[in-house]
């Protein structure tokens, strides 16, 4: 087998929202308070396993923005990663909201994917000439008329510390769930992998993985995160090669509200090489002789995303700080929110420190949050399963000025209380608490 990396440094991706949300009751058990401080001393800073010539090359790879020579387009939500994951360093959340919609027929959720759904992207390329002359013109995608989830916002998530997340074991992940009390124990979701990570050995394509990453807990690894964003956020399709075999779950161009536009309207990349699908904008080609090779942008993007360091904890507040860490344990955030100490395994399976403590404040599970849910889904969802959401990580909130998936408040108690279904209690507890005792909470809450 041949393993190949390649480098041009100008991936683009960027990720459909981030937020607080919660559930209630039980700790498991008490955090490393400086755990998450060991990574970096600097918010995006990066962990080890790297050098910071490799880091800050991936980091411009990210910022930089793609043009529909690069194969941008047809429809697009923005032209950068850093465009979007700006807040508190390169890497973080963002303001931008995204859009999403879909159909409930019968109590079973239709995601439109006739028209486009259930991500509306909110930009296209207009007008310009085609590769051949011709003239091109390509419409804004709307919310088709037969939606009933309409206008559903997701705000963009911060990156930091995911590669850590992304090295631990589907076992710790599946123990931490099944230790929550259970009114609130979430739900653990599993995805088969589509581009394994290279530097992972127990990746294989199809691999079927505790899903960790995605408003919906729906994927498995970050390299599919990656591409995916790039193919859905960028309209930029690639295709790689694992162990011979050629990679194509990427090579589809969106269609405004699923209609397709003109031959050679959909960007002004090259042609894709012999073997690959029509319209392919960025492929790696044959994979003959055993070839693995991640393509490089998402490659680049990938190593970015892996080393991006957890922000160090904001302590200023100690006295508030200290007290209010039992009382958020007392009214059950950490239900979900759950205070364990994660540890990544040593060595780690994909490069990051080995044997590395954090504390990301999510179970990574998605658990009922009620009137909170989004309403979306996947076709065949019920109302129940749409309504579940991935328990959002709280560490580095500070920087984010929106919060919960559509990004209504940049308020922490107002973001409590919008909390439902399996969260309602802890909202509630929250609610019953004194003055003191709240700043407390959400003093504890802002240093992580």
Sequence with gaps: MTVVFTRHWKAIFALSAGALLGCSQAAVDDPDQGATTAAATVVGGHLAGISDADFTAAQANFNQAEAIDDGLGPIFNDVACGACHSLGAIGGSGE???????????????????????????????????????????????????????NVGRLTTPLFGLGLVDAMPDTFLRNVVAAEPTAVRGTVNTAAIA??????????????????????????????????????????????????????????????????????????????????PAGTDDAVGSCAGGLTEVQDDVQNFLTFMTFLAPAPRDLSDAAAINAGAPVFSRIGCNG???????????PAPN??????????????????????????????????????????????????????????????????????????????????????????????????
């Design 195 to 276: 581009l394994p990570n290279p530097r992972d050995a127990s990746q294989r394509i199809g691999t079927v993985r505790v899903a960790r990453f995605g408003w919906k807990a729906d994927t498995a690894n970050l390299a599919d995160f990656a591409a995916g964003a790039y193919q859905n956020e960028m309209g930029i399709t690639t295709q790689h090669c694992f162990q011979g075999t050629s990679i194509t779950a990427f090579t589809a161009e969106s269609k405004p509200n699923g209609v397709a536009v003109p031959a050679g309207c959909d960007d002004l990349a090259p042609a894709a090489p012999a073997g690959v």
């Design 351 to 448: 490069g990051v420190p080995g044997g590395f403590a954090f504390n990301p404040f999510s179970d990574f599970a998605v658990h009922d949050m009620g009137t909170l849910g989004d309403q979306i889904g996947v076709d065949g969802d019920s109302l129940a399963r749409t309504r579940q959401m991935r328990t959002a990580p709280l560490w580095g909130i500070r920087f984010r000025n929106h919060l919960l998936h559509d990004g209504r408040t940049s308020d922490i108690p107002t973001a409590i209380a919008a909390h439902d279904g399996q969260g309602k209690a802890a909202a509630t507890a929250f609610a019953g608490l004194n003055a003191t005792d709240q700043h407390n909470v959400v003093q504890f809450i802002r240093s992580l």
């Design 96 to 150: 931008q909201i995204e859009r999403r919609f879909g159909r409930f027929a019968s109590g079973v959720f239709n995601s439109l994917s006739s028209e486009g759904g259930s991500l509306r992207q909110l930009k296209s390329l207009g007008a310009f000439t085609g590769a051949s002359g011709q003239a091109c013109n390509i419409p804004v995608e709307h919310e088709p008329s037969d939606a009933t989830v309409h």
């Design 336 to 346: 979900c929110h759950v205070t364990t100490t994660f540890t990544t395994p040593n």
